[in-house]
Every structure is written in structure tokens, then in C-alpha cells.
């Protein structure tokens, strides 16, 4: 695809989706912050992402409003098929410098990837770059729900059942809980609550708040993160409280109001 700012050409590498129902963790804990992260409007259909490197093997991220196109990028190349992901430069709204995402790969025949020079955009802020794995905060626990989503089956097994009963008295998963529950009552800002297709009649939901994330199955349970236990996953006992629901009922409550694709 052109590289609006400089006229060259943009070698694709990957595309992510930035809508209210779908959004990478890294960016924010609801879809509003997350576009405010880069600086475009909060525009009810979303935006797609496109990442690839110029001529120079610069890092660039395009935002493009052809929601579907990147989707369908994305749905062929988790197929397995090829697919050339060329927007129309009309659909451009923004050319960032950087990568908000850590990839490993890189185009072939050309340097390796680098950031241009602060300023090459037009915006004159910092590139994009991928937050660090030596610390633990908001991001890198929204990254952790994130994994856990995608990761379900294994996540299931390695945390113990008995995690739950242990973690019953913690004031920060009561405190999570507590504001989860609050959504179904008051609507949050778009993708706080958000609900993806499990398999089974069952739905993946992840719900962020300030200082917590939650990830679970409709038909199964949920494990929460906090950003005053780094890198610890709590799971949620089942049987709730004078002050909360089972968790069942929680999640189907949550259901509910998540937003979903479409």
C-alpha cells in the first residue's frame, strides 16, 4: 500500500482491528482511551491497523477507517490464505510512527525495522512502541487477560480450581467484582464490556476497570488481574454474597451489556 506521509511504499506485516468490541488490550482499558492513545475520534464503527515498514524498513502504523477490509485480512490470514491488504488511501486517517505492538517478524530485502525520527509523522510524538516486559502495570495486566483469552484451555488447567476459595478474602478482587457488577447496572464507556464467540452456546467476556481485568467463560468461571499483584491470576469463587450474585449469574449479567461483534 502508499505510505501517505511520504509517498513511498508501506510493506504490510500484520493488522489488528480497533472497534468497540474488539481492541488490543495494550491500548487501553475501553475503546474511547484506546483511539485516544492515538489520537483519532472515537468513531462508533472503529478503525483497522495496519503495521508494516517503508522502503527504509521504518515502523509505520496506518490507521484506516475500511473496518471490513482489515477484517477480512485478518479472517484470511488466520485461514491460512493469502491476502493482499491495500487500502484505498482515501480510508487513511492517520500515519503513526512505531508499532503499538511487538512483532517478530520483518520484510524481507529490505533494513531491519526501526523507528523514524521523532516528529516523521506529522505529529510530532514520540513512535509507537511496544510497552516492556520488565515491569508490571495497567498494560501489562490487560496484555495478561488478553493471553488468557486466547489461551483459555490452558489457563483453565494450570490455575486450580481451590485458587478461588483462597482468593474469596481479597480485597481487590471484591473491589473488581464490585465495580464489574456496577456495569450491569450503569453502562461503561464502550469496550469496558466486551463478548466474543467461546464455542458451545458459551462466550469469552473480558471486562477492564481501573486497576483490574477480568476474563472468563459464560459457562465456566472467570480469574481476575490487579495491578497490586503482579503478574498473579486470581480465580473467582463461585458462590457469591449479601453484597454479590453467584458468579454465574455475574457473568450472564455481564453478557448482557458487552458489547460484541458484529
Known amino acids: 500500500m502508499s505510505d501517505e506521509e511520504g509517498g513511498g511504499s508501506l510493506y504490510v506485516l500484520t493488522a489488528v482491528l480497533l472497534t468497540p ?3 488490543p488490550g495494550v491500548l487501553g482499558d475501553d475503546f474511547p482511551e484506546a483511539c485516544s492513545l492515538l489520537g483519532v475520534p472515537a468513531a462508533r464503527a472503529g478503525y483497522g491497523l495496519v503495521l508494516g515498514q517503508d522502503e527504509e524498513g521504518a515502523r509505520w502504523t496506518v490507521v484506516v477507517d475500511d473496518v471490513s477490509l482489515v477484517a477480512a485480512a485478518i ?6 490464505m493469502e491476502y493482499d491488504l491495500s487500502p484505498d488511501e482515501r480510508t487513511i486517517v492517520v ?5 503499538p505492538l511487538e512483532l517478530t517478524v520483518a520484510t524481507p530485502g529490505i533494513p531491519e525495522p526501526h523507528d523514524p525520527e521523532q516528529g516523521a509523522d506529522g505529529t510530532g510524538r514520540v513512535p509507537l512502541a511496544p510497552p516492556s516486559a520488565d515491569v508490571w502495570g495497567p498494560v501489562q495486566r490487560r496484555m495478561g487477560a488478553d493471553q488468557i483469552a486466547r489461551e483459555w484451555g490452558d489457563w483453565r488447567e494450570r490455575v486450580a480450581t481451590d485458587g478461588g ?6 480485597p481487590g478482587l471484591a473491589r473488581a467484582l464490585k465495580e ?13 464490556v466486551r ?14 476497570g481501573p486497576g483490574w481485568s477480568l476474563v472468563a467463560r459464560t459457562d465456566d468461571t472467570a480469574f481476575v488481574l490487579l495491578d497490586e499483584e503482579p503478574s498473579e491470576v486470581l480465580a473467582v469463587p463461585r458462590e457469591g454474597d449479601a453484597d454479590l450474585p453467584d458468579l454465574l449469574d455475574l457473568l450472564a449479567a455481564l453478557d448482557r451489556v458487552a458489547v460484541r461483534p458484529t
Not at 479472517?75 to 491460512?80: I, L, Q, R
Not at 500515519?95 to 508499532?99: D, E
Not at 476459595?165 to 481479597?170: K, R, S, Y
Open 165 to 170: 476459595a483462597a482468593a474469596a478474602a481479597h
Open 180 to 192: 464489574a457488577l456496577g456495569y450491569t447496572k450503569t453502562p461503561p464507556p464502550p469496550g469496558r
Open 195 to 208: 463478548s466474543s464467540f467461546a464455542g458451545e452456546g458459551a462466550r469469552t467476556l473480558r471486562v477492564d
Open 75 to 80: 479472517a484470511s490470514w488466520d485461514c491460512g
Open 95 to 99: 500515519s503513526l510512527a512505531g508499532w
Open 21 to 23: 468490541a474488539q481492541f
